[in-house]
């Protein structure tokens, strides 16, 4: 069992900047590849980034890719997500989730993951 708890998120102007955080419970952390999502009012949850197990690898949404930087610190059972250059479109809720891999260099895109956090509102204004 993991339990996540997202933080960081918050109000702030296009152009900004935020870092969010995910703390894992548990020892296992570096068992779980981890990602982001976020999910808009009205629209279904997507994908915004993942890293592996020993955070060598990384991928990223299109919409997000060049602006946000995804990474992790398994001695403190956290992961982050800097979200820089903020657009308006970036406001949603943001989740961190976790999956359960053998493997160091997998990094799952899609919504199949194990464990979900209860999510920090980002809202980005004019």
């Known amino acids: 069992q993991v339990q996540l708890v997202e933080s960081g998120g918050g109000l702030v102007q296009a152009g900004g900047s935020l870092r969010l955080s995910c703390a894992a419970s548990g020892r296992t952390f570096s068992m779980y590849a981890m990602g982001w999502f976020r999910q808009a009012p009205g629209k279904e949850r997507e994908f915004v980034a993942a890293?592996?197990?020993?955070?060598?690898?990384?991928d990223y949404a299109s919409s997000v890719k060049g602006r946000f930087t995804i990474s992790r610190d398994n001695s403190k059972n956290t992961m982050y997500l800097q979200m820089n250059s903020l657009k308006p479109e970036d406001t949603a809720v943001y989740y961190c989730?976790?999956?359960?891999?053998?493997?160091?260099?997998?990094?799952?895109?899609?919504?199949?993951?194990?464990?979900w956090g209860q999510g920090t509102q980002v809202t980005v204004s004019l």
């Open positions: 989730a976790a999956d359960f891999t053998i493997s160091y260099s997998l990094v799952p895109t899609g919504p199949k993951y194990d464990y």
């Open positions: 890293v592996s197990r020993s955070g060598s690898s990384t």
